[in-house]
């Protein structure tokens, strides 16, 4: 069964092409532009994975991850951001992220090999 | 400045109208005060004169008497002695001095004894000094010359004399002999005045005198607290028969004011009973003003205050300036954090769409590629990578630079951390063919932050990859040494050569060779990674030669705490 994936991403050109690559790969994307739109589609969709970028206006992504750790879901999440987003990236692996990329130095290819890791841990 | 310059010259001014002021004045009184005594002088001389006139045979008790009443301790002080001399020729002699023995004085003796023609012995005279008696009664005044200058001259004119300076009987036995003037007015028998020298010393019978000290009369015409006025001085020389000068009193600070600069002085003749006296008096000019009519004082102050008012003006000034520079500045320099954070950041995300982009293509994702059109694209990729990078640093330096990295030292394992790190990049590397290996190590603690330190083991790592050929071997090595732990990241690669190692650490350096257009890098330079070394307390070194593969050194202090508990056992609190 292909297994979806919700990738969170303020920038359109980034969002659109995170979403081409993973559709590519087979994967069924759902694309939203920050926080609180996530955690609107969340409500309805069920998700395999969420793609999740920090810096995004109107909720951003530390405090989605609260939210979304307060509803105690399990869906693992992948952050990616900068580094000079002030982020406690002990706090977001607390929060409950799987892992923590840094988002401009991702190709495709090791965006795909991460979620791919990533699901497959989450089977076993 | 000008000002108090102007205002000093005119105070200066000011001070020597003032002080010729008083010079005038002080004269002025000077000589009113010594006028007014002599004539009081002169009165209880006359009085005496009629008394011992009228009396006939006067005896000690009326002199006292008289001069009991003039109250003369009070109202002349400094006045030795009030007295009458009888005029006594030699055939009198003894018949004088039985009368003096019979009316109470049983031991006068007209001295010197011998014989002379004449005799002018003190007969009745009230004291100032009691204890002087001995020597004044009796005693001859026509044996000293100068008194018998005076007496002869008295006799003669008819009026009041004044000696030349003399020294008085009852000092003679002193050290220093203090200068004094004796005054002498004649008593003649009979009525009426006499008309002529003829007449006069034909009818001469006696005198009245009263003798002083110099110093006891100015001290008690002026005080001794005037007279000891430090900016004031006064002299009074006397002028003798010969011409001479003979100072006969000098008050305590004349010597030192006569020679001293900007001093007022003056000298004028004063007439005393014929004698004349010169008066010099000198004013210090400053004396005559308070401290604050000083014209040193003036100028000083005002160009003190000039100064101050001016260095408070000039620092104000000064101020302003600094503070307009420094917020200037300070804007300045937030304005170029901004703009550096701002550019870096919309910089970022298109820079990062194009990778992505670029990358989708090389990836297979839009189908199949020429290999012309791959190599194209590589170049594009690359440039790109290194867009990426520069931003990276840029943001770096901007964050440095304000201040916001902050390291978070905590306490971690290191060991874990470079084992994480190695396995992120064993994809990367298989995928190159290179057999990337890290040696086993027991965990050690740093006390760093995580975040940095990790960043630095990945730079380390992802550069080894990057720069070693296919089929070439990255080995990580880890080990403690004292309180330093050494991570060496070792490559077969392409190699760094000699004179390209400082450069290497630099900002924004990247050093050409065949492998570095390759794709990967975590996004911080080797700059970057040594900086955060170095903010940790270490640093990062290498050893290279072209061609021959790299090492690199990366150094950590340890800075861990002894666990105050050891495995159950407590070693004190």
């Known amino acids: 069964m292909k297994k979806s994936i919700l990738v969170i991403e303020d920038d359109l050109a980034l969002n659109d092409a995170f979403s081409t690559v993973l559709k590519k790969e087979g994967f069924t994307v759902f694309s939203v532009f920050n926080g609180q739109e996530a955690l609107e589609l969340l409500r309805y969709d069920k998700v395999d994975l969420i793609l999740l970028d920090i810096i995004m206006p109107v909720m951003d992504g530390t405090e989605f991850l609260r939210r979304f750790k307060a509803k105690s879901q399990t869906i693992p999440i992948i952050v990616f951001s900068n580094l000079d987003s002030q982020n406690n990236v002990a706090e977001i692996y607390a929060l409950g992220a799987s892992h923590y990329m840094l988002k401009a130095w991702a190709s495709p290819k090791e965006l795909v090999k991460i979620v791919k890791r990533t699901l497959n841990s989450q089977n076993n | ?573």
């Open chain 2, 1 to 573: 400045m000008l000002l108090s310059y102007l205002v000093a010259m005119n105070q200066h001014r000011n001070n020597q109208q003032r002080a010729e002021a008083s010079l005038t004045s002080g004269i002025a009184y000077l000589e009113q005060t010594l006028f007014r005594r002599m004539s009081s002088y002169a009165e209880i001389l006359r009085s005496g004169a009629s008394l011992a006139r009228i009396s006939g045979a006067m005896d000690r008790k009326q002199w006292h008497d008289f001069i009991q009443d003039l109250d003369v301790q009070n109202r002349y002080p400094g006045t030795r002695a009030f007295a009458y001399a009888a005029y006594v020729p030699e055939a009198q002699l003894s018949k004088h001095e039985q009368e003096i023995r019979s009316s109470g004085d049983e031991d006068y003796n007209v001295t010197p004894i011998g014989s002379r023609e004449l005799y002018v012995p003190v007969t009745f005279a009230e004291l100032a000094e009691p204890s002087e008696s001995d020597q004044t009664f009796g005693f001859d005044l026509y044996t000293d010359p100068e008194r018998r200058a005076a007496l002869i001259a008295a006799r003669d004119s008819g009026e009041i004399v004044a000696t030349d300076p003399i020294v008085l009987q009852g000092d003679l036995d002193k050290a220093d002999k203090p200068a004094a003037v004796t005054i002498y007015y004649p008593v003649f028998s009979g009525e009426n005045k006499p008309e002529n020298e003829a007449e006069r010393r034909a009818r001469i019978r006696g005198f009245t005198f009263a003798a002083l000290r110099v110093s006891d009369l100015i001290v008690g015409l002026f005080g001794q607290e005037a007279l000891n006025n430090p900016a004031a001085g006064l002299q009074l020389q006397a002028i003798t028969a010969d011409n001479e000068r003979k100072e006969i009193y000098s008050s305590p600070s004349f010597n030192r004011l006569k020679t001293q600069e900007g001093v007022h002085i003056r000298t004028v003749p004063l007439t005393v009973h014929s004698k004349t006296w010169e008066a010099t008096v000198v004013i210090a000019s400053s004396a005559s003003s308070s401290f604050a009519q000083n014209p040193w004082v003036l100028f000083f102050g005002g160009f003190v205050i000039s100064i101050l008012v001016a260095a408070l003006l000039f620092m104000l000034m000064i101020n302003r300036l600094i503070r307009t520079m420094a917020s200037e500045e300070i804007k300045v320099q937030q304005a170029k954090e901004e703009l550096l954070s701002l550019a870096s950041h919309q910089l970022r995300t298109p820079a990062s769409g194009v990778k992505q982009y670029l990358g989708m293509v090389l990836q297979g994702y839009s189908g199949r590629i020429s290999k012309q059109q791959k190599e194209i694209l590589d170049k594009a990729y690359s440039a790109n990578e290194r867009q990426l990078e520069i931003i990276d640093q840029l943001l770096y330096v901007a964050q440095a630079d304000a201040g916001q990295i902050r390291l978070e030292k905590k306490s971690h394992n290191f060991t874990k951390l470079v084992e994480e790190v190695v396995a992120g990049y064993e994809d990367e590397a298989a995928s190159k063919k290179i057999n990337l290996s890290f040696r086993r190590a027991k965990p050690l603690e740093i006390k760093a932050d995580p975040r940095f330190v990790r960043m630095i083991v990945e730079n380390l790592i992802s550069n080894a990859i990057k720069y070693s050929y296919p089929g070439g071997s990255v080995n990580v090595v880890l080990e403690k040494q004292g309180n330093r732990i050494f991570l060496r990241v070792k490559d077969k690669g392409v190699g760094i050569a000699k004179v390209q190692h400082d450069r290497l650490f630099q900002k924004f350096s990247r050093i050409d060779n065949e492998l570095s257009r390759e794709a990967g890098g975590s996004g911080l330079g080797l700059f970057l990674a040594q900086e955060l070394a170095v903010a940790h307390g270490g640093s990062i070194k290498v050893s290279s030669e072209a061609g021959a593969g790299a090492v690199f050194a990366l150094q950590l202090p340890v800075f861990t705490k002894k666990p105050i508990y050891n495995k159950g056992k407590r070693r004190g609190v």
